[in-house]
C-alpha cells in the first residue's frame, strides 16, 4: 500500500500514514493509518513529514488497523 506520512511526532514515536482514495470523484474518504516508529522498517525510527511511503497493514492487538514495514517510496 502507498501513503504520505501526514503526522509524525519524533519525541513521541507516534505518526499517522493516510492513503487517499483511488476515485476521489466519488465522495471516498482518505483512510488514515497509525504507526509506532518502530515500525519503520529501515530502523532509524525516523520519517520525514510529507514523505510517500510503501507500507503493509496488521492488526493492532487492541483491534485498531495500523501501518507496519513502512519504507520510504524511491
Not at 503526522?7 to 500514514?17: K, M, N, R, T
Not at 519503520?40 to 496488521?58: H, K, M, N, Q, Y
Not at 492487538?61 to 517510496?73: D, F, N, S, T, W
Request: charge should be negative.
Amino acid at each position: 500500500m502507498r501513503g504520505t506520512v501526514v503526522e509524525f511526532d519524533e519525541f513521541v514515536g507516534l505518526g499517522v500514514i493516510r492513503v487517499e482514495p483511488a476515485d476521489a470523484a466519488a465522495g471516498s474518504e482518505p483512510v488514515d493509518y497509525p504507526f509506532h516508529c518502530t515500525r519503520i522498517a529501515d530502523g532509524s525510527r525516523t520519517v520525514p513529514l510529507g514523505a510517500t511511503v510503501d507500507f503493509v497493514v496488521e492488526a493492532h492487538p487492541r483491534g485498531r488497523l495500523e501501518g507496519a514495514a513502512i519504507r520510504v517510496a524511491p
